[in-house]
């Protein structure tokens, strides 16, 4: 039986006697109903695009990333594209809705928000979990009060008919999925009709042909982690609820005054290797917007959540250790894409002293995900250093702050 208490705690974030009492208390009945061994590593990523974004996204995911595009999957209602690593990581999943007017639970997590609403079918939808047993595991955790889309919901949803969805948490608007795939076998989607299409493949071949010319395609790695902003109330019960519906564990949490936010952070208990299975970390401000005033602190994490809504804020994909041309591997693929006209917040920042070297994408016109890099040196094991991770967070907010101004603009 997996012991998902026996990991080290790192970080100097004091959490409440609430979070610290269940946190034992459900890691401990999650162990002993034998949810946790039979949940294992994230299989897949979904996210949600505006009609006729997707060609131009895959595009961007295949030049910044090292995924390839595999297959469409056609239904009704939605193109979904499937785009893979290998199968030791996980696949994205981008689907595109074909009509701007359909309306449904996701469009309505983006249109209360000022700038969500801009773009109302673009979002992170959530993560995909592979699981032993698919009925033991639902009625598991529906035991434990977790709410699924039934089966008619899901087809109307246009949903891979192979997986069983928890419905959008409260805290985080995300979903999670669970799917029964034995290890050895190939991930098959349960939806619509399969095609190659000769646009996306040729979009494809050309971003590979640009990382290879560029002599990147060799430096980077799987996604390292996944990080999603909340509110500062729902800090403690988001961190909570994912631990109840996935695997993970409790990392720690560190306080980063400077930008009046923390930053938390949860593993995998199967999957030592986040390029496997990737921690999910969650941002929130220290403090509720109400009181900014009287404080006269920054609140980027807070200001974000209130004009996009609860959601993933980027994504983090692995620099490969080493070096080209005298420079650290992540310098050398920032310089490559700045010349191929990709924009990024700042400047890369950390040191090898540090341990890590890290730089922020401007967000994806797209998705409206960041893209981050990470480069760890040697043995290093930790997500950031403070300083880092406030510069990150500031830089963030600035570019969200000029994103308010043009929607109030616009409005």
């Not at 162990?31 to 131009?56: C, F, K, W, Y």
């Amino acid at each position: 039986m997996s012991a998902s208490l026996n990991f080290p705690r790192y970080g100097d974030k004091q959490n409440s006697a609430f979070f610290e009492e269940y946190l034992v208390k459900l890691l401990e009945e999650r162990d002993r109903v034998g949810l946790t061994d039979a949940i294992q590593q994230i299989d897949t990523l979904m996210i949600t695009v505006e009609p006729g974004n997707s060609l131009a996204y895959v595009r961007e995911l295949c030049l910044m990333t090292p995924y390839h595009y595999l297959v469409t999957l056609e239904s009704q209602d939605h193109f979904s594209h499937i785009l893979r690593i290998d199968m030791s990581a996980p696949d994205i999943l981008v689907r595109e809705v074909k009509d701007p007017n359909i309306r449904g639970i996701f469009r309505s997590l983006n249109e209360v928000y000022p700038i969500g609403a801009h773009k109302p079918n673009s979002r992170y939808m959530g993560e995909v979990f592979r699981v032993s047993n698919l009925h033991e595991v639902v009625e598991l955790q529906k035991a434990r009060e977790i709410r699924f889309f039934n089966q008619d919901q899901i087809r109307k949803l246009e949903l891979p008919g192979n997986m069983a969805v928890v419905k959008p948490s409260p805290y985080t608007h995300n979903i999670v999925g669970y799917w029964e795939r034995p290890e050895a076998d190939i991930r098959v989607y349960a939806l619509g009709w399969s095609s190659i299409r000769s646009d996306l493949q040729a979009a494809y071949l050309e971003a590979k042909e640009t990382q290879e010319m560029l002599g990147i395609d060799k430096l980077l790695l799987p996604i390292d982690h996944l990080a999603t902003r909340v509110y500062s109330q729902n800090r403690e019960a988001a961190i909570l609820e994912y631990l109840s519906l996935s695997s993970y564990y409790y990392w720690g949490s560190y306080d980063i005054s400077k930008q009046n936010s923390s930053t938390n952070v949860t593993k995998s208990v199967h999957c030592r290797n986040e390029l496997e299975s990737p921690a999910k970390v969650f941002t929130a401000a220290n403090h509720p917007y109400f009181v900014n005033h009287l404080l006269g602190l920054p609140s980027p994490t807070e200001q974000f959540v209130r004009n996009f809504g609860p959601r993933l804020h980027h994504i983090a994909v692995a620099v490969q250790d080493g070096e080209v041309e005298h420079q650290p591997n992540i310098d050398f693929v920032v310089d490559a894409l700045r010349h191929c006209g990709q924009d990024f917040l700042l400047d890369v920042i950390g040191s090898r002293e540090e341990g890590l070297k890290q730089i922020f994408s401007s967000a994806s016109e797209y998705s409206s995900l960041i893209i981050e890099y990470v480069q760890r040196f040697g043995d290093f094991q930790g997500f950031f250093t403070k300083d880092n991770v406030a510069e990150l967070t500031h830089a963030a907010g600035v570019e969200e702050s000029l994103q308010t101004l043009e929607a109030e603009a616009r409005s």
